[in-house]
């Protein structure tokens, strides 16, 4: 792997900027070290297809395989699918390939990450004239593929399959485009992303005008105007959406990471370092960026900037309408990161060369060992690689297998509302893993309630029904889930019932309700 990822050395008399064109051998080491960058990436993330959104995703791509999956609480199954053409498009490749949906699920997402470090290669050539810093950008930006974004509650890229995993290549790739000058075909990846992504579009629009503005004869006033017109229509979203209604208005203040004045002192820090990061660097290395890059930086910068001031005067958790809070606006910083890595990357090679020696290996080393534990912590009771037909290691995995195997196909199941936080659960969503109904709970539920106004109303009902359920008595149990139409539940295996329970193990049990 060292031998892969060993930056090349470049003649500076023959290196031709972002317009160079390799020869054979230069194209045959550049596909090496992407293939070892994509390798170096899927390592340190790892892979946990059915934790967090990627359940939600895998169960309703499930769905679109065998309809006659989830016949009660349907809703919370579709709502993904009904949004883009991500899942659709996943099942038809599932569908073309013959495989089972955990093979599929994985071949996409290690495609996908490939996609994504080639596409941040192709916007590092636009940044950087000098060869070595191109390829030390992508370095770090494979390494560094864990990073959370600020206070967003995104990841660089996360270690499962969902929409951005195929959204942020897209983007990546229309924004080399659009450096390269090649509008129409900017146009089209951006089109691509929309239709799989639509709010990680969206918020990426603000970013590509600015771009696109700096190039125009008067770039200050063409860029200012863009911003503004950015924030009016910010402005506009959030005076001109509906009211909220009470079980929307609950959903919605679930997720507080949409709300920038319920952020931590860090997550600030992260959202206003990057862009004066990348003012610096245009600043002192002006003559080692190309045009491109400098107009992009500072397009960046001030893309941010604004974003993140409009966003503090327009989002409030006691607005009328959640609209604009809903739309997310702040998801902007998910491709402004996508941008400062490969220039971290680069700056740290050109620093390399002229006084630090080794400089980029060190950051590579305490960033890709950083992510690493954070990646183990946050799955630490699951493989780091949940590979298809390995013996699961979580007890909750090893119940929802159960389940699936020995359960009626027309099972609805309760279980507590916040499991997915329970201690060794690793957020593995039950629908994805055992393929039956379930009552809304209050996390990856909650999620699609918010976003979904429409379907608050029974999200908060199913929630509420049951908090607290691993601690309740059985009557209780009894008395909130048999009028929902609850025919099982699944307790922590410390929870005292007298229920039927047909299996457990050291983490859970799964018992028929009376």
């Not at 194209?27 to 992407?34: E, K, P, Q, T, Y």
């Not at 037909?389 to 699936?404: D, E, L």
């Not at 889930?481 to 929870?495: C, D, E, F, K, Y």
Request: glycine share 6%; with cysteine; charged share 15%.
């Amino acid at each position: 792997m060292a031998s892969v990822l060993t930056l090349p050395k470049v003649d500076r008399h023959t290196d031709a900027g972002p317009e160079q064109r390799p020869g054979t051998s230069g194209h045959v080491r550049l596909f090496a070290f992407l293939l070892g960058c994509t390798a170096l990436a899927l390592m340190l993330l790892g892979y946990h297809p059915a934790a967090e959104d990627g359940g939600i995703y895998a169960a309703a791509t499930a769905l679109q395989l065998h309809p006659q999956l989830f016949p009660a609480e349907r809703a919370f199954a579709v709502a993904q699918s009904s949004r883009s053409l991500f899942v659709p498009l996943l099942a038809a490749w599932a569908r073309l390939l013959h495989l089972p949906l955990l093979w599929v699920l994985l071949v996409t997402f290690v495609v996908a990450v490939a996609a994504t470090v080639a596409a941040a290669y192709a916007l590092s050539r636009q940044i950087f004239v000098d060869a070595r810093a191109q390829r030390g950008g992508v370095l770090l930006f494979a390494v560094a593929l864990g990073l959370p974004i600020a206070g967003t509650s995104l990841y660089l890229a996360d270690p499962y399959l969902t929409a951005r995993s195929l959204s942020t290549p897209l983007l990546l790739l229309a924004l080399a485009l659009l450096l390269q000058r090649r509008p129409w075909r900017c146009a089209v990846c951006v089109a691509a992303a929309a239709a799989v992504h639509p709010i990680m579009a969206l918020c990426a629009l603000p970013l590509f005008a600015a771009v696109w503005a700096a190039r125009s004869r008067r770039p200050a006033l063409a860029v200012s105007g863009c911003l503004a017109a950015t924030a009016l229509c910010m402005a506009v979203l959030r005076v001109a959406g509906p009211t909220e209604l009470p079980a929307a208005r609950i959903a919605s203040l679930t997720r507080l990471y949409w709300f920038p004045g319920a952020w931590a002192w860090f997550e600030w820090l992260g959202a206003l370092a990057p862009p004066l990061l990348l003012l610096l660097v245009r600043q002192r290395y002006r003559l080692r960026l190309s045009a491109e890059g400098r107009g992009l930086l500072l397009a960046s910068a001030a893309t941010a900037l604004v974003v993140v001031a409009a966003s503090c005067w327009l989002i409030h958790t006691d607005s009328r309408s959640l609209l604009l809070a809903r739309l997310q606006p702040l998801r902007m910083l998910h491709l402004l990161y996508c941008i400062l890595l490969p220039v971290l990357g680069g700056v740290l090679v050109l620093e390399e060369r002229s006084r630090r020696p080794a400089l980029l290996w060190v950051a590579v080393v305490l960033a890709g060992s950083g992510l690493l534990l954070m990646q183990r912590g946050l799955y630490a009771h699951s493989p780091h690689m949940e590979l298809p037909g390995r013996a699961p290691r979580n007890g909750y995995v090893r119940a929802f297998g159960w389940i699936r195997e020995h359960t009626p196909p027309d099972a609805l199941f309760a279980l507590d509302a916040d499991y997915t936080r329970a201690p060794g659960e690793d957020a593995q969503v039950f629908r994805a893993l055992a393929l039956r109904s379930a009552l809304p709970d209050a996390a990856k539920d909650g999620g699609v309630a918010s976003v979904v106004p429409e379907l608050a109303g029974g999200w908060l009902r199913g929630s509420e029904a049951q908090r607290g359920l691993a601690t309740l008595p059985d009557a209780e149990r009894v008395h909130r889930l048999r009028p929902l139409g609850a025919g099982w539940i699944v307790l922590p295996a410390a929870s005292q019932t007298a229920f039927e329970c047909p299996y457990s193990n050291s983490a859970v049990e799964v018992c028929r309700l009376p």
